[in-house]
């Protein structure tokens, strides 16, 4: 359906129309005629020649006969292309009937023209506007020759095309010509009134209207026009940017961020450019990722405790207090870079970098990085290139942080500063105090601690395991037939059109696909994808109009991208379907089984979920305020824990012929005896383990799933069991009475593994028992 901007219902040129050239051979018998000194003795060798060209005195229906009189219409059209500028201009000549080019510079042609010297669409314009165009060119210039009506200008009409070359898009001014153009009327024509000519330039984006006014066949054109293509592509795309640096929320959305990227390519006619923006956070002095939101750097990626995070840090340091941006030429010669940085950054493929900072303000907020994966690409010239939008990258980084700090202030109103039920009372006796004190202290007042101490942990997971294993495997299965579906389109196009070209991306993808073989990173992985993206995937909008044959393979690998995505998604997207419904799953029983705890003694819970789900329980006299705590309930809840975690596994079994991806979880309990006191923290509004001795506890939570049984290389979490970790003998003895219970209902195997741990890293002595559960 054609939009109704620019209507027209017409699929054709209305007008009669003839490429001629009687209009501009009358340009040159009146310079003749003239006897202007400059252009006399042209004139007049025009005027000899013609006497052997009668052909080209009438319509032409033929554009081979041109090629019979190429030094007659070189003459001539050296009143529409200037000798001197025949090699730096964009100009081109077509006729009113035509979509072809019969004489034009050779960057028209590189521009804009096929192989048979047709006009390409323009990506940004479809058959329907350009037709609109023609036709609205002819009837403005009816306007102005019959009406005696100057039409105002039309607005910058600007053509997208690809460079192929480049493997990136370019942004043309298009300037019409038409002092060529003849047009004459086949008949009389109407008489229009000034309101009716009103009309008309009322409705300049409604060409039916103007068919009804003045009917086609009414006018006869003859002659041709010229287009003159300006490259605007570096203000087209600074403009770009400066529109979608303004929206809210082109920071927060990664595909957002890599559309800025590729615009930020287009800008420097450099298609492997990488763009990141590190977030600099001023009250804490270091770079922060709001959430992976707002940083997009693509060299802060390592941990903040890693070396290789020390280096960058140090370097962006020394940019926040210098000002200057940095700028390495050749990244494997420099002396810039502190140790390890360079190692680091040649790894990530990055042989060229500039560094500036971002402000907003005085305030230092971010950094923009510009790398690239070829020496001497980027230097001090490009600077001057950088400070055209740099002020707008910095107010999009403080705008930006600034929305996403509202929006986790609004979440944590809306679900995490919700009290849990059980603790509410303390909060509510806390905020009164503090009323209290603001009423009868004079000067600032603080919230008082909110502690709660002698309360029994109990910790749980139900961890997914190899899930990182299952989720690369996952991402390399895609990756790799995501290759093959490109590589066998470009076998294919290469037996048909031997391209250099194309040849050479066949080699880039048949290298990808081997390497992948050795394993997958996950920066080779989006170099992949951004290679596919850039190079190969506008190659196939080539082949499809050129080689209409090769149309079903490329449909064929259109078809296997996520539609959402734009890649390949089936086994990641089968692997993250499992997850889901694993973690699904299993966190609505506990949440179900939950609802019943409360109601056998009030306690504290909270659950995650990442690949698997874990879960805290605390329980204790401090945390109840009217009913009194026995030990009795404490063991209470450690059997009914035990009991959830064996039904976690017995559902995550039956779960296995449903999914996808044959994952399996594994099944853990951490017993602490004895009692801990826990913090409100009002900074991270959360609770924390409180006290020194306490942390332990919080030590082996964090490492404890990842524990060996001494002397071995075997996981102490397996499939199909459930561990329960233990220092102590009482704890191992009491846990025993459980076991026994649950082998009677046959909810257990007989079979009861007595193991020893390896030491973990700060911790040692631990032990576990080990048992299978009957699915």
């Known amino acids: ?31 003749h005629e003239g006897c202007k000194s400059s252009f006399i003795h042209c004139a007049q060798e025009i005027t000899r020649q013609l006497k052997d060209a009668p052909e080209l005195l009438g319509p032409i229906t033929d554009l081979k006969v041109l090629e019979n009189y190429e030094c007659i219409i070189d003459l001539l059209m050296t009143a529409v292309f200037p000798p001197a500028t025949r090699e730096i201009e964009a100009i081109g000549t077509v006729g009113p ?105 009322d409705n300049i984006r409604d060409m039916d209207i103007w068919m009804k006014v003045l009917p086609p066949e009414l006018f006869e054109i003859n002659g041709f026009y010229t287009l003159h293509l300006v490259d605007v592509t570096v203000q087209e795309v600074l403009s770009s940017l400066k529109n979608d640096l303004l929206e809210r929320d082109v920071m927060l959305a990664p595909d957002r961020f890599e559309q800025l990227q590729e615009k930020v390519r287009i800008y420097f006619k450099r298609p492997h450019l990488q763009l990141g923006v590190a977030a600099f956070h001023k009250n804490r002095s270091t770079f922060v990722n709001f959430g992976n939101k707002i940083n997009h750097s693509f060299l802060l990626q390592s941990e903040p405790s890693s070396s290789s995070y020390v280096g960058f840090k140090s370097i962006y340091d020394s940019l926040v207090r210098d000002g200057r941006p940095l700028v390495v030429k050749d990244v494997a010669k420099s002396d810039q870079l502190p140790e390890g940085v360079r190692e680091e950054m040649l790894g990530m493929g990055i042989q060229n970098i500039i560094l500036a900072l971002l402000r907003y303000g005085e305030e230092p907020i971010g950094i923009l990085e510009l790398g690239s994966p070829n020496p001497g690409d980027l230097d001090n010239f490009s600077l001057s290139k950088i400070e055209q939008f740099l002020p707008l990258f910095a107010v999009a980084v403080n705008r930006n942080s600034e929305e996403i700090e509202a929006r986790v202030q609004a979440v944590i109103r809306d679900k995490f500063t919700a009290i849990h039920p059980v603790l509410e009372w303390r909060f509510r006796e806390a905020a009164l105090n503090l009323l209290d004190k603001m009423n009868n202290t004079p000067g600032p007042v603080e919230m008082e601690p909110i502690v709660f101490p002698d309360v029994y ?54 290298k990808h696909l081997r390497q992948l073989k050795k394993g997958l990173i996950s920066q080779d992985g989006i170099l992949i994808f951004d290679m596919l993206r850039t190079q190969v995937e506008p190659m196939f909008e080539f082949l499809e109009a050129t080689h209409p044959d090769l149309m079903p393979y490329i449909q064929n690998y259109r078809d296997a991208m996520d539609p959402d995505l734009g890649i390949l998604y089936k086994r990641r997207k089968a692997f993250e379907e499992s997850l889901t419904l694993i973690n699904e799953t299993i966190s609505e029983y506990i949440e179900q089984e939950e609802l019943s705890a409360q109601n056998m003694y009030p306690h504290y819970f909270e659950k995650f979920k990442t690949d698997g789900v874990e879960f805290n329980i605390y329980v204790g006299a401090s945390l109840e305020e009217r009913q009194p705590f026995d030990i009795m309930f404490l063991r209470n809840l450690r059997l009914w824990q035990l009991m959830v975690m064996c039904e976690v596994t017995r559902r995550a079994a039956a779960l296995k012929p449903k999914l996808k991806v044959p994952l399996e979880t594994t099944q853990l309990i951490l017993i602490h005896s004895q009692p801990l006191a826990i913090r409100f923290r009002q900074d991270e509004r959360k609770f924390d383990v409180d006290g020194a001795y306490n942390i332990r506890y919080e030590i082996v939570k964090k490492r404890v799933d990842k524990a060996l049984i001494r002397g071995t290389d075997e996981r102490l979490t397996q499939p199909g069991k459930v561990a329960i970790v233990y220092s102590q003998a009482r704890e191992a003895n009491e846990y025993m009475e459980y076991i026994e219970y649950l082998q009677n209902k046959q909810v257990l195997t007989e079979d009861v593994e007595n193991l020893e741990i390896d030491d973990l890293q700060g911790v040692s002595g631990l032990k576990a028992l080990r048992v299978k559960v009957n699915c």
């Open 1 to 31: 359906m054609h939009s109704q901007e620019h209507n027209i219902s017409v699929t054709t040129f209305p007008f009669k129309a003839n490429l001629s050239f009687a209009p501009i051979i009358r340009y040159w018998q009146q310079e």
């Open 97 to 201: 009937n035509y979509d072809v080019s019969f004489y034009h510079t050779d960057l028209f042609r590189e521009i804009i023209l096929t192989d048979h010297n047709y006009l390409k669409r323009p990506l940004n314009i479809d058959e329907h506007r350009m037709l609109f165009n023609r036709v609205r060119m002819v009837y403005f210039m009816v306007l102005e020759k019959f009406y005696q009506v100057q039409v105002p200008h039309e607005e910058f009409l600007i053509y997208t095309v690809p460079d192929y070359q480049l493997g990136l898009y370019r942004h043309y001014n298009v300037e019409i010509n038409t002092q060529f153009l003849d047009i004459t009327p086949l008949g009389p024509l109407p008489t229009l009134s000034e309101v009716e000519i009103q009309h008309l330039l």
């Open 457 to 510: 942990p109990l910790y749980a997971a139900a961890d997914v395991r190899g899930s990182s294993t299952e989720r690369n495997t996952a991402i390399l299965g895609d990756l790799v037939e995501h290759l093959q579906l490109a590589e066998r389109i470009l076998k294919k196009a290469i037996e048909v059109h031997p391209l250099p070209i194309l040849d050479e991306l066949r080699f880039s993808v048949t």
